[in-house]
């Protein structure tokens, strides 16, 4: 057993594994397949804006200069060169180049006054050329000298002189392909960090999963001997806690059941009538589990086969376990009460239960779901505020609970349900009517046995565990009462609580005289 399990983990386990690793490199393929292809032209743009701006920066710094002051000049060219490798010519009108720092070698021709060392400034071919309002000229231009091709700015910064700040755009394209390089440099690296974290991630994530598919199989086989051992705090961890508890509570419910039908083995066909019960009872219980647990298992599946990497996939997946998980620990709540109630093992609490106060308070409960469905609840208040009946307020609230959001679960939009009461020489009667759809003549005698739905899908579509009703009338028949059923198929239904008059011997002392 314990191999074949090991053999099931590994293999969900790989099946998980690789579907999580053939994912993330088919993105992060894409992904720099995108990056080399897209980032050496976006990166030259921006480069580009960005020389264009400190070219324009720097001829503005140029454009301050002292030309009568020689070492200045000389300084802040140089400076220019040095910090940008930017290359800056000084021209007059005539063209004669005054300063120069091409080729990183700053050349002052201003102070030689021989016409032998006269240079002329250099006109470029022009690609594209832009011309701003304060005179300032932007180009893209090639040099006949060397065929190189230029990003330079220009300006007529006095009278007779001219300035030029320029960049080889190829010193562009080197920044752009080395940024480009660093960036899929860094991609490599967050992908192989992606990779560790991943294997962390599945590792952590992928056994707590098995582990809870497995111990659903077992439930489902009513084997609730396993427990999960997982101390997490995130959802994993909630699911576990819930898993662990419904397991304790079914397993708590048939174990009553167990030792009750031990305590009848005396009797023989007692016994046989309580082995046929249980049967019947186990019956009902594994095909109202079925539903979830196969909901459970086949979503946990899913979670291991690759959806958990989606998020907001996974959540909704966990979000659909819980909800079964709730609604199977519903289900072992109202198993545990009628097993109690089958025991004689509930105690009531009598208190004086003011009939008015307790109508109001369940309406009040109730209204927005019926104004939910456009519903009228019409309450009508018994004339007499100080009557009262003696009972566990909290038992038989759950009855009218139960009678009252069944009437507006199971009626149409639009429907009306009134609470109104009524009485005779021995009983106060408490009634819940509606113009629901109403029950037929063949079903209305069976809605108080366990597990029995007029409509089954609907009922379990709504939540129902087909135990309500018949938690309420060992409820009602435990005080004393009854809860009985009036309807009409197509018309509506009546549920009536039936309380016995003169019941203040039930009441301690305190409470009588309250």
Known sequence: ????????????????????????????????????????????????????????????QVET?????????????SEINEKFNF??????????????????QM????????????????????????????????????RRF???????????????????????????SNSASIANQFMIFVSVICFLLSIIWVLIFARQFSRPIAEM????????????????????????????????????????????????????????????????????????????????????????ETLMYGALEEKDVAMDFLNIINTETDRMSFLVRDLLQLSRFDNRQVQFSYKKVFINEFISENVRQNKIHAENKHQNLILELYHDDNAYVVADRDRVNQVINNIT??????????????????????YYKISVADTGMGISKEDLPRIFERFYRVDKARSRAMGGTGLGLAIAKEIMEGHGGKLTAESEYGKGTTMTMWFLKGQENKLSDEDEFE
């Open 213 to 300: 598919n497995e111990i659903t199989e077992d439930m489902a086989k009513l084997n609730f001997n396993r427990k999960l051992k997982i101390d997490r705090q995130d959802e994993i961890g909630q699911l576990a806690s819930s898993v662990n508890a419904l397991s304790e509570s079914l397993n708590t419910a048939l174990t009553e059941l167990t030792e009750t039908n031990a305590k009848l083995r005396d009797d023989i066909e007692e016994e046989r009538r309580l082995d046929a019960m249980r049967r019947g009872f186990v019956a009902n219980v594994s095909h109202e589990m079925r539903t979830p647990l196969t909901t459970i298992k086949s979503y946990t």
């Open 146 to 172: 060397d065929k190189n091709e230029y990003l330079l700015c220009r300006k007529q910064i006095a009278n007779n002189l001219f300035a030029e700040v320029r960049i080889q755009k190829k010193l562009i």
């Open 107 to 142: 050349m002052d021709y201003f102070s030689l006054k021989s016409d032998k060392f006269i240079m002329t400034h250099e006109e470029m071919s022009p690609i594209k050329s832009e011309t701003f309002g304060d005179g300032t000229v932007f180009e893209t231009a090639v």
């Open 1 to 60: 057993m314990e191999w074949g399990t090991s053999l099931r983990f590994n293999g969900l386990k790989k099946k998980l594994w690789f579907n999580i690793f053939t994912r993330i490199a088919v993105i992060f393929a894409v992904f720099v397949l995108v990056l080399s292809l897209s980032n050496v032209t976006l990166l030259v743009s921006f480069f580009s804006a960005k020389e264009k701006k400190a070219l324009k920066e720097q001829l503005a």
């Open 87 to 104: 290359d800056v010519e000084i021209y007059n009108s005539s063209g004669r180049i005054l300063y120069t720092t091409h080729g990183g």
């Open 405 to 426: 959001t069944n009437a507006i679960k199971y009626s149409p939009e639009g429907a009306t349900i009134r609470i109104f009461v009524t009485e005779d020489s021995k």
């Open 65 to 77: 200069l002292d030309f009568n002051d020689t070492t200045t000049v000389i300084s802040a060219l």
